[in-house]
C-alpha cells in the first residue's frame, strides 16, 4: 500500500491531517472518526479575483470548491469540507 495524506474528521471538523497507507493493522484512526482521501476531496476554500489588464492584481475573494485543498479546522458536511478561515 501506497502513504498518501488522509484528512481525519470528527464531530464533523478535521482534526489532523496525517500520512497513511490504510493499514490498520499498523495504525488505527481514532474511533467514530472519519477518514477522508485529501486529494480526492472537494473542499470550499477563498480564491482571489483578478483585476483584468497588464498587472493585475487581487481585487476579491469568493468562495470556490476546488479538490485537495482541504485542511485542519475545515467543517464536513457529508459531501464537500468547507474552510474555517475568515474572507482575506
Given at each position: 500500500?501506497?502513504a498518501?495524506?488522509?484528512?481525519?474528521?470528527?464531530?464533523n471538523i478535521?482534526?489532523?491531517?496525517?500520512v497513511w497507507?490504510g493499514?490498520?493493522?499498523i495504525?488505527t484512526?481514532?474511533?467514530?472518526s472519519?477518514q477522508?482521501?485529501?486529494?480526492?476531496?472537494?473542499?470550499?476554500?477563498?480564491q482571489?479575483?483578478?483585476?483584468e489588464?497588464?498587472?493585475?492584481?487581487v481585487?476579491d475573494w469568493?468562495?470556490?470548491?476546488?479538490i485537495g485543498?482541504?485542511?485542519?479546522?475545515?467543517?464536513w458536511?457529508g459531501t464537500v469540507?468547507?474552510t474555517?478561515q475568515?474572507?482575506?
Amino acid at each position: 500500500m501506497t502513504a498518501i495524506n488522509y484528512l481525519i474528521v470528527e464531530n464533523n471538523i478535521v482534526i489532523n491531517n496525517c500520512v497513511w497507507n490504510g493499514d490498520t493493522s499498523i495504525w488505527t484512526p481514532p474511533e467514530g472518526s472519519i477518514q477522508l482521501i485529501q486529494e480526492t476531496t472537494s473542499s470550499i476554500i477563498w480564491q482571489p479575483v483578478w483585476s483584468e489588464g497588464v498587472d493585475p492584481v487581487v481585487i476579491d475573494w469568493v468562495l470556490s470548491e476546488v479538490i485537495g485543498q482541504g485542511g485542519i479546522g475545515f467543517t464536513w458536511d457529508g459531501t464537500v469540507l468547507t474552510t474555517n478561515q475568515p474572507k482575506p
